[in-house]
């Protein structure tokens, strides 16, 4: 019974992260076509829901631990997803000549190793009163520490397309 529960809260935690992005996807699709009012209606869903992933994981058992602890599973989950995951998938979009495909899943597994120097550099300098401004590559996710002065260096993105992590 308590592993059933387990196993429907991993579940759980999955679905509700899932449409958290997906209505933040649609929110982006409504916006682009005029629909704002609409767009603030998948945006609040989406936030909802976002409230319900986080509990999940809150309840799921050893899933969140100190945050020294969270920014060793962090950047290990950067690690496999860059060395293990992100190659098998590069491969199987390959074989299958989907290009444009292998291509996104390429630049993801370039940018994890980004994120994964960041959570090094938070572990080393973890007791360091130090102010790091980061900002997001909307099209790769790549992150930059401070505001970026030129394209992104994964992708190749306008600067502008950088938005700044309150
Ligand atoms: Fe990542
Ligand atoms: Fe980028």
Redesign the pocket.
């Known amino acids: 019974m308590a592993d059933l529960t387990e196993k429907n809260l991993a579940y759980a935690f999955a679905a509700e992260s899932k449409a958290a992005i997906r209505n933040e996807a649609f929110a982006k699709k409504a916006e682009s076509e005029g629909y704002t009012q609409i767009a603030h209606l998948f945006r609040a869903i989406s936030d909802a829901e976002s409230v319900h992933a986080r509990r999940y994981l809150q309840l799921m058992r050893g899933k969140i631990g100190s945050t020294e602890e969270n920014l060793e599973r962090a950047f290990e989950?950067?690690i496999n997803?860059n060395v293990e995951e992100y190659p098998k998938l590069i491969k199987d979009a390959t074989d299958e000549g989907k290009e444009s495909i292998a291509k996104a899943f390429s630049r993801?597994r370039d940018?994890?190793s980004g994120?994964?120097d960041l959570y090094k550099k938070a572990m080393n300098h973890m007791l360091e009163d130090r102010e790091t401004d980061y900002h997001v590559c909307q099209v790769c996710?790549f992150v930059s520490e401070d505001a970026p002065k030129d394209n992104c260096p994964v992708c190749g993105a306008v600067k502008e397309k950088f938005t700044q992590v309150k």
Do not use: D, I, Q, R
């Open positions: 989950n950067e997803a993801s940018v994890e994120h994964a996710g």
